[in-house]
């Protein structure tokens, strides 16, 4: 099994900026190096949404509502991957959680979220 562990959440004000990592332990070799590795959130009474995703060779993609403002990266030797957030606006907050995807088809592991609220 594949623990994911989410970091760096928290209060901030709007136009502020954090940075979350996400850490993968236990069977690590069950992770598809290839694989995406992704961000979702999910706001309180709403669906979880993607918000960026990143390929092993670094190919990105991001929410509409958040290009510009966030940028994903990825360590492939460590297996982390990190979500740096900027000119956050209330709108962002949400629980945010990472995804990573396994070597067996369809399976992917989830962190436990961590919560980002953004004050006006």
């Known amino acids: 099994q594949v623990q994911l562990v989410e970091s760096g959440g928290g209060l901030v004000q709007a136009g502020g900026s954090l940075r979350l990592s996400c850490l993968a332990s236990?069977?690590?070799?069950?992770?598809?190096?290839?694989?995406?590795y992704r961000w979702y959130r999910q706001a309180p009474g709403k669906q979880r949404e993607l918000v960026a995703a990143?390929?092993?060779?670094?190919?990105?993609v991001y929410a509409d509502s958040v290009k510009g403002r966030f940028t994903i990266s990825r360590d492939n030797a460590k297996t982390t991957v990190s979500l740096q957030m900027d000119s956050l606006k209330p709108e962002d907050t949400a629980v945010y959680y990472c995804n990573i995807e396994a070597l067996l088809r369809r399976v992917q592991y989830w962190g436990q979220g961590t919560q980002v609220t953004v004050s006006s």
């Open positions: 990143i390929t092993s060779g670094g190919t990105t």
């Open positions: 236990g069977s690590i070799f069950t992770i598809n190096p290839m694989g995406w």
